[in-house]
Structures are given as C-alpha cells and as structure tokens.
C-alpha cells in the first residue's frame, strides 16, 4: 500500500475540485480532516477519482455529507492493490481512529474462548480471555462468559478432563472434590494413565468441533467391546456417557442449522441502531448478543450491516454463512476478503427460506427488543442529563460527566478512579485509574489532587474535558478540585461535590457547588440525583475493583521472594510449614531450621529479612 501526503489548506475551506483532479483511478482509502486536524472520515473506494469525487462535484447532497464537507480542510489517500485491501484497511482505520462521522461498532470487551492446553501428559480445559499466546488450542469466541461457563460444565459430566489451575494440580497428594462428585479422571494422583486421559481429550477436542455424531460412533464401538470382553463396569459408564451425549444433542441441535453460521439482524430508530447476532456452530447454539453501534445521521441498515461485519469478523473466527436481515452493498467483495481471510468460502444470504427465515425472524425480534430497552433507557437518561442543566442552572444540558473517587484499606494500595458519563450512558473507553503514590498513607485529600493534576495534565494537552467535574466527598475534596485547576490554568468546567446525606442514605446526598459554595438538596424523586447518584456509584465500583487487584497483588509478593537462596519451593514448604507469612515471621532461627532445605546460614538470612 502506497501512502500519499496530506492535501493542506490555508483555510478552513478546502478545495475539493482541485484535490480530485489529482487522484487516480486506483483503488484505496481516502481520510478527511478539519481545520483542526481531527479526523473526520475513513471510506474506501475501488476507484479513488470517482468515489472522492462524488463528495465534491455533486450539486446536492444528503445533511449528514454536507454537514461533513463543509468541516473538511485537509485530505489524505492510501493507494492499495485491490478493493479487498482497502476494505481490510478502511475496517483497521475505523476501529482505531474511531472517526466522527464512521459507524464505529463500540466493542471494547475481549471474548472468551475455551483453552485446551497443549505440551503436557495431562492437559487442562479452561476458560480464556485476552491474547492467544500459551500453546494449545483455542475454541470460540463464545458470545458471552455464560456460554463459556456451560460448556466446561458439559465437559467435566461428560468427558472428566481437569480443569484447575496448574499450581493446584501438581501439589496434589489425593483426588480434590471434583474426582469425588464424578467429575474429573483425578490425573493428578494417577488415578487414570496418560494413554486414557489423552482419549478423553480427544473426545473433548472432537465434541467442542461440533464432531458430537463421531464421538458418539467411536464410545459406542468401544462400549461393544467392553462388553464382549465381560468388561461390563467399563460398557456401563460408556453406555452413559453415550446416552449424555444423545440428550445433549437433542437439547441443542436446531433442525436447518446443522453448518457453522451466524444469524445477523439489524433494527434502527430514533438515530440508534441496535444489531443483535444469534450464534450456531455446527448446530450448536451458543446463543446471542446485541451491539449498538455509534451511529452518525442518515445511516442505513445496510451501511450498519456492512461496517458490522467488517469491523466484527475481520480479527475473528467466522463462520462458512452470514444470514443477514438486509442486503449490504459491496457483498462480493466483504464475502471475498472474509473467505481469503478464513480460508475458505464464506457467504453473506440476505434473503432465506425455511428455518433459516425463522432464524432471521428471531434475530430481527431480538434487535427489536433490545432497541426498545436501549431507547427507553436513553430517554430516561436524557431527562437525568436535562433536569441537571436545571439544578446546576447551566445554559445548556451536559455532555460529558466525570466522577472521581478513592479507595485505599487503611492506606494501603490507595488507587483513584474516573470514570466518563455522556448522554448514551457510561463511556467505559475512557475510564481511567490511577495508582496513587509518595503520599501519607490514607490522605485522601493528597490523593484526590494527585489523581486530578494527573487527568487535568491531559486537558492542557488538548485531551477530552468534562462539562462537570464529580467529586465524591463535600468541601476538602472539592477544595482539592478546584486548586488543581487554577494551578494548570483551566477553567470554564462545573466542579461539584457528592456530600453523603444523614445517615447515609441514599437520595439524601447535598451537591456542594464549587464557584459559589452553595449547598443543594435535590431530594430522593430528582432525575438530576438519580444520575448523580448513578455516577458517583459507578466510580465507587470503579475505584473498589482496582484497589482490590492492587492489594491482592501486593499481597501475593512475599517478602521472602527477597531473600537470596529462597526459591519457589522452599517459600511454598516454609509458608506450609507455619501457616503463612505471619507463622515464619513469628518464628525463631531454630525453627526455621526445621523446614527441610533450610540451615543455619538461611534461616539467618530469612530471620534478618524479616525482622530489619
């Protein structure tokens, strides 16, 4: 791909004509940008002459291209070798840069998979998410945690491979519960021999490809030759095993979707666009999820659909078919990327018959469903965004809420959330936590200006700024906000603080507003409280959860890790021996030495490192 330099103007007005003389007719992706160099748009084209043209040299145009053009002043292109490249490379762009006027699928969550661990006797099944890198395979992406969960249920009934961590598996002396309620082969204690147990993760491996009918031919072979060789206990569980696996069949094989395919619907209204997508591999349903895109104006299902899919499929696992509740344009060529992609054929069906239909009809349902809910919400959350303009007597109503809070034990692992609200609900991409340091454990005021300078260092810079600042906490926190922001200079933004009300209670919290000291009331039934409180909450949540991975991790450092000679094992006999950390600190050199692998010199050593 062959990258062109940006088209720069000296004023706001850019010179479109001239700019698409220049172009050629090859195919690529072509950026635009405003005045003040934010990125506008990502499209592709097969022929870049024509498609930018089209923005320019039309006398009329659609409000949602108008409104675009006239903010352009600066233009790039990137030449690509075919139209399939520009597709791969326009969906890359828009979910990086995240531009304006792009419909953006907003899917910042990791799915999870099912990992089957490799280069081991007695590989574990578990639940994964995050990078792909342990060796091993991955089945999935499942659409949420639950499916996930149920899954390794069915495996631990039907097939026993283990499933804990491998710490816990190699430091057992007897089989856990697991082996005891029937659910595991208890490899750890050699219960099973490594020639059985691969089997049954072969089976595994099999049922999670969707190969359920091959499994139950091969369990069925071998319960026939466990019974022709008088092995009945042997014939019996295979016989159950067997019988598991037909009732599971019947529960979760669906007529008319026996290939992998996805279900894919879309439904818009009022500027929102909800796509809900029904999941079947080899006619197993793993069920559903929904997405809501962002969405700028004069969209159409077909454009959500087409973003959708390319911006959905193109870094994952798809299926050979994608029954879609619309047409989409260019289906040829996002069905010729994603097959090359997949390696092999991939089809996109807009219009089916047959159970298929009824697929779509449940799909189209769902995305109905869901865009009601997601509407109703947003209505109600507009009227909480509207009735603040009124309680904080602004000019106009909010766009950008930021609450902070701090969580800390005592002073230990103090951390600070922020976290974002606009009118569509929590912007969870911009939440934020800081770890707090070189402060006086449990100053709370120290660590609110700590956490404030930080973030508002970004405002300076040109990054995001709120319309209201939450502070969670009455006049010292509030004090910190606003010292913070006449120390970097910035103004112009509502700091208001979240003062817990009698007997804290909720709906009975006072607003402390910043610029004139006032303190409000709003009561138990105001809107304005009701998001306040919301936010507030959510911070909290925010700032818990960090905290608690923060101590939890400082915990798991033992000091001994310090002391030279003092390896994995012999800290996990010493911790053994005396009952964790608080045991050997209390002990005596003596003591110590009773730990086998400990001597004098060692024990000395672990002595000294813990009583400095």
């Known amino acids: 791909m062959e990258p062109t330099q940006p088209q720069p103007s000296d004023s706001h007005l850019f010179d479109g004509k001239s700019f698409v003389r220049n172009l050629t007719t090859s195919p690529g992706v072509y950026r635009y940008f405003d005045a003040e160099g934010e990125l506008l748009y990502v499209g592709k084209a097969a022929n870049l002459k024509k498609r930018v043209g089209s923005y320019f040299l039309k006398p009329r145009m659609e409000p949602r291209i108008a409104a675009m053009v006239s903010q352009i002043a600066q233009a790039e292109v990137t030449l690509t070798r075919t139209a399939g490249e520009a597709l791969l490379l326009e969906s890359q762009l828009i979910k990086t840069l995240k531009p304006r006027y792009n419909i953006v699928l907003r899917d910042d969550k990791s799915y999870p998979y099912i990992y089957l661990s490799g280069n081991e006797d007695y590989p574990r099944l578990a639940f994964h998410r995050g990078a792909k890198s342990g060796p091993g395979r991955y089945f999935g992406p499942y659409p949420s945690t639950f499916a996930v969960r149920e899954s390794l249920g069915l495996m631990q009934k039907l097939f026993k491979v283990r499933q804990c961590e491998d710490s816990y598996f190699r430091n057992r002396s007897r089989p856990c519960l697991q082996h005891q309620i029937g659910r595991c082969s208890a490899p750890c204690v050699k219960l099973i021999d490594v020639d059985d147990y691969r089997n049954d993760v072969r089976h595994a491996e099999m049922f999670l490809e969707g190969r359920s009918s091959a499994v139950i031919d091969e369990l069925a072979t071998s319960m026939e030759k466990a019974s022709a060789a008088l092995n009945f206990e042997r014939a019996a569980t295979l016989r159950d095993q067997v019988a598991a696996l037909r009732r599971l069949q019947a529960q979760h094989f669906v007529q008319g979707a026996s290939a992998d395919m996805d279900v894919i619907a879309c439904c818009m209204e009022a500027g929102i666009a909800c796509v809900s997508v029904l999941f079947f591999r080899n006619g197993v349903s793993l069920g559903s999820r929904d997405f809501f895109p962002r969405l700028p104006m004069d969209s159409t299902i077909g454009d959500v659909l087409a973003q959708f899919i390319a911006q959905y499929y193109l870094d994952r696992q798809v299926p050979r078919e994608l029954i879609l509740s619309d047409p989409v344009e260019d289906a040829d060529i996002l069905a010729g990327v994603l097959s090359e992609h997949a390696g092999y054929g991939v089809t996109l069906k807009p219009s089916v018959r047959g159970e298929r239909a009824r697929f779509l009809e449940m799909a189209q349902r769902n995305a109905s469903a869901a865009l009601t809910s997601r509407l109703a919400s947003r209505h109600t959350l507009l009227a909480r965004f509207d009735d603040l303009k009124r309680v904080l007597d602004m000019p106009e109503s909010p766009r950008r809420l930021e609450c902070f809070d701090i969580s800390h034990t005592r002073g230990e692992a103090t951390v600070a959330s922020c976290v974002v609200f606009g009118p569509e609900g929590p912007e969870k991409s911009h939440y934020r936590r800081f770890n707090i340091a070189g402060i006086t454990p449990g100053d709370d005021y120290a660590a609110m200006h700590q956490a404030l300078t930080r973030r508002f260092r970004k405002v300076v810079e040109g990054g995001a700024r709120p319309d209201v600042l939450l502070i969670d906490g009455g006049t010292g926190q509030v004090a910190q906000a606003l010292d ?31 610029d004139s000291g006032e303190t409000l009331h709003p009561g138990s039934s105001s809107p304005a409280l009701h998001l306040v409180a919301a936010v507030r909450d959510e911070a909290h949540r925010f700032a818990i959860s960090g905290h608690r991975r923060r101590r939890e991790a400082a915990r798991e450092r033992s000091t001994l890790e310090d002391v030279a000679g003092i390896g994995a094992r012999r800290r996990v006999a010493l911790l053994k021996a005396f009952g964790g950390l608080p045991g050997v600190e209390a002990a005596g050199v003596e003591e110590l030495m009773t730990v086998k692998g400990i001597d004098r010199g060692l024990a000395e050593r672990i002595y000294a490192m813990l009583h400095p």
């Open 484 to 514: 913070v922001l006449r120390e970097l200079g910035v103004e112009g933004i509502r700091v208001v603080g979240v003062a817990k009300g009698p007997g804290r209670r909720a709906g009975e919290e006072t607003l402390v507003l910043a």
